[in-house]
Nanobody
Framework: VQLVESGGGLVQPGGSLRLSCAAS????????LGWFRQAPGKAREGVAC????????YYADSVRGRFTISVDRAENMAYLQMNSLKPDDTAVYYC???????????????????????WGRGTRVTVSS
């Protein structure tokens, strides 16, 4: 059971990146999924989640309207499309699966890292000119 993120890099303010999260050993669509980030010296924070029950999504205020979470069932992949990037978006980004099925609905609870058990190692995103 594993998650592996990719797609991070250096991007200028206003630019876009798409992060990928590859699942192995389980069906990623069977569990609620979250994207999180951690900037240097800061706590890990949730930015987006997708509930497995109804495929609804929920976003942190800081990224709503700019980021989009999605899942490709056939590829067993998840994605985080990030547009209009800002320097404050600089962080290591992680995807995570709710293995214990505690995230039922797409809401604030789905952005709590404590609700997720399976984590990738992260991919670094730097937004700078």
């Amino acid at each position: 059971v594993q998650l592996v993120e990719s797609g991070g890099g250096l991007v200028q303010p206003g630019g876009s990146l798409r992060l990928s999260c590859a699942a192995s050993g389980f069906n990623i669509d069977d569990y609620s999924l979250g994207w999180f980030r951690q900037a240097p010296g800061k706590a890990r924070e949730g930015v987006a989640c997708r509930a497995a029950s109804d495929e609804l999504t929920y976003y942190a205020d800081s990224v709503r309207g700019r980021f989009t979470i999605s899942v490709d069932r056939a590829e067993n992949m998840a994605y985080l499309q990030m547009n209009s990037l800002k320097p404050d978006d600089t962080a290591v980004y992680y995807c995570a699966s709710d293995w214990e099925l505690s995230v039922i609905d797409a809401n604030e609870k789905g952005l709590d890292p404590r609700e997720y058990e399976i984590w990738g190692r992260g991919t670094r995103v730097t937004v700078s000119s």
